[in-house]
């Protein structure tokens, strides 16, 4: 009575949904009375595409299974070495070198190579990793190509060829607010410019390798 006949997993796609209900399907036949959290949560915390998971018994004989799945934010490079690294750091996958063209990379200044279902222990690779989920969560829509973290610069290279230095992590926000104002000004003006500098928000500040130049009809 009661037993479990149907999973139904709900918030992933379908990929991630496919690795869940093969990861629960041991507990198919088990009572919904009898279940624990334990038993639904220890199975899934193998599978790497998963950040967190509830479930909730509808009786007679399903089980509803909320995924909230990792998302994809950045290739981690290493030496030849590549690996696919979620918005929460958690390293989903080593990766052949040149595919995934659609993520941005970092290069990694650790010793030791990323592990799989790990979290991310470079903290050069932690900040740019950080950098991009809040581009991602604030709607920031202009393609990055490759992150550079270093103490006290964070910059993003756009597949444009610009350099947008963002300086560190504090204001963030309003620094890629800021950028995303001004960089349809710099693709329009077709001024040559290389680098867009919104370290310091209020002063903007937009040059090429020639030198810099403060241009206030680039504020935002």
Excluded: C
Aim: proline fraction near 6%.
């Amino acid at each position: 009575m009661f037993s479990v006949q149907r999973i139904e997993v709900e918030g992933a796609p379908a990929p991630v949904a496919a690795h869940v209900e093969a990861a629960l399907a041991p507990i198919r036949g088990k009572s919904l009375l009898a279940l624990h959290g334990a038993d639904v949560e220890q199975r899934l915390s193998r599978l790497t595409d998963v950040s967190s998971v509830s479930y909730d018994r509808d009786f007679p004989h399903t089980l509803r299974v909320l995924v909230r799945p990792e998302r994809p934010a950045v290739i981690a490079r290493r030496g030849a070495g590549a690996w696919l690294v979620s918005t929460s750091a958690k390293v989903l996958a080593a990766v052949p070198p040149g595919k995934h063209h659609a993520y941005p990379q970092v290069w990694l200044t650790a010793s030791d190579d990323p592990q799989v279902g790990s979290v991310l222990a470079d903290r050069f690779g932690l900040r740019a990793v950080r950098a991009l989920a809040i581009a991602q969560r604030v709607g920031f829509k202009t393609r990055v190509g490759t992150v550079q973290a270093h103490d006290h610069q964070l910059t993003f290279l756009l597949a444009s060829g610009l350099a947008l230095r963002l300086g560190d992590l504090r204001a963030i926000r309003l620094k890629l607010a800021v950028a995303s104002q001004i960089l349809p000004k710099l693709r329009d003006t077709g001024g040559g410019y290389t680098y867009l500098d919104v370290s310091v928000p209020g002063r903007p500040v937009a040059g090429s390798t020639l030198g810099s130049t403060l241009n206030s009809q680039l504020q935002p």
